[in-house]
Structures are given as structure tokens and as C-alpha cells.
């Protein structure tokens, strides 16, 4: 099974800052990951898949890079509505797997 | 717009069933994948297993925690999809989303679409 390590588990930042969200894998996985946001209370909503590709409708202080154990997911200048808990998940094999999740909030 | 609706999520004793249901419009039900991923309280996320699409036979896939108890099944007749769960531990207790795959691949990459969830307790 392929593990996903998310670091950090929490953060905490101020609107405007640049927030940095990193996902290790115990395998090489390609760049078969996305990133998902949760906000409480709520679903799980795509913001970026194949690693570095933004789901359309997802503002593009969004982004996403990296390949094979080694992944980051930026926001640019967070905004208000972006604090939340950030999840990675990957498809390279089953089972599916997801990371243990960041969240992010206020400073 | 695509709808994926949960339900039948209830208190249950360990050991009982429940079926949760997954109604869903807005997408062509044949041609997509259907997962199931749960979060207990406070918790992250756990692919619970999916369902594949009609043109790849409808398939099913399940997590090593749930495989033996857990089936998951669709009536494209009412474009819903089931969540069938038997022998229920304490640790089953859990949100479960309802999530929809309309790519072409094999196995669901990506969740695209989620219900709202439904809560499932299991505890005497």
C-alpha cells in the first residue's frame, strides 16, 4: 500500500501570506496525485489533479508541482475563505489512498 | 448540475447492517464510477471502495478494512448507488461521502463530485 505523509498537520497564517503544504509518497506514484480542500462541515471539494493541473473553477492562487515521492501544493496571498484542512490523494495503485490531511488557520 | 445525494445513515448496534444510498443526477449514472470514502470524527479521509462504470462491468474495488462486509452496488434504473454494509464494528463509525469518477480510465482516479455525507454510528 502506498503511504502519504502530509506535513505540516496544522498551520497556522495570516490572510495574504504564502502557504506551502508538502506530500511525500513511500512510492514512486508518478504525478498520479490531487489536492482537495475541506472546509467543516462539508465535502471534500477538487482543487488540482494530475499533481499540478487546476480544476476548472479553482482560483489559480492555487497550484500544484512535483512528481514520483515528492509533492507541494502552494496557495498564493490565502485568502479568507481558504482556511481549511488540505488533503492529498493518490491513484497510482489501489488501495486508494489519501494523506492525514493539513489544516490550515488563522494567525 | 451534478447531485450526489447520501442517506440511511443511522445509530446501529455492532455486529447489525445498514444500507446507505446514493442518489444521484445531473451526469450520465452508466458511464461513471461511484466511491464511497468515509472520515470518522476528527479524522481524515478513507477510500472505502468504488464501483466501476457500466462499460468496465460495474466492477467493485474494496479497502482491505472493509472487504467481506462491505458491497457496493447500482440500479442504473434509479441512478442510485448502494452502500451494503454488514458485521458493523465501532470503528465503521463515520461520515460517508458518495463520490463520482466520469473519466474513461479503468480505476476512478480522482473524485470529482461528493454528496454532503451521511453519519453512521455504531456503538451499543
Known amino acids: 500500500d502506498i503511504q502519504l505523509t502530509q506535513s505540516p498537520s496544522s498551520l497556522s497564517a495570516s490572510v495574504g501570506d504564502r502557504v506551502t503544504i508538502t506530500c511525500q509518497a513511500s512510492?514512486?506514484?508518478?504525478?498520479?496525485l490531487n489536492w482537495y480542500q475541506q472546509k467543516p462541515g462539508k465535502a471534500p471539494n477538487l482543487l488540482i489533479y494530475d499533481a499540478s493541473n487546476l480544476q476548472t473553477g479553482v482560483p489559480s492562487r492555487f497550484s500544484g508541482s512535483g512528481s514520483g515521492t515528492d509533492f507541494t501544493f502552494t496557495i498564493n496571498s490565502l485568502q479568507p475563505e481558504d482556511f481549511a484542512t488540505y488533503f492529498c490523494q493518490q491513484y497510482d495503485n489501489l488501495p486508494l489512498s489519501f494523506g492525514g490531511g493539513t489544516k490550515v488557520e488563522i494567525k | 448540475e451534478v447531485q450526489l445525494v447520501e442517506s440511511g445513515g443511522a445509530l446501529v448496534q455492532p455486529g447489525r447492517s445498514l444500507r446507505l444510498s446514493c442518489t444521484t443526477s445531473?451526469?450520465?449514472?452508466?458511464?461513471?464510477?461511484l466511491s464511497w470514502v468515509r472520515q470518522a470524527p476528527g479524522k481524515g479521509l478513507e477510500w472505502v471502495g468504488f464501483i466501476r462504470s457500466k462499460p468496465y462491468g460495474g466492477t467493485t474495488e474494496y479497502a482491505a478494512s472493509v472487504k467481506g462486509r462491505f458491497t457496493i452496488s447500482r440500479d442504473a434504473s434509479k441512478s442510485i448507488a448502494y452502500l451494503q454494509m454488514n458485521s458493523l464494528h465501532t470503528e465503521d463509525t463515520a461520515v460517508y461521502f458518495c463520490?463520482?469518477?466520469?473519466?474513461?480510465?479503468?480505476?476512478?482516479?480522482?473524485?470529482?463530485?461528493w454528496g454532503q455525507g451521511t453519519l453512521v454510528t455504531v456503538s451499543s
Open positions: 512510492h514512486d506514484i508518478a504525478n498520479y
Open positions: 445531473g451526469f450520465s449514472f452508466g458511464n461513471c464510477a
Open positions: 463520490t463520482s469518477y466520469t473519466g474513461n480510465y479503468y480505476t476512478p482516479t480522482v473524485f470529482h463530485y
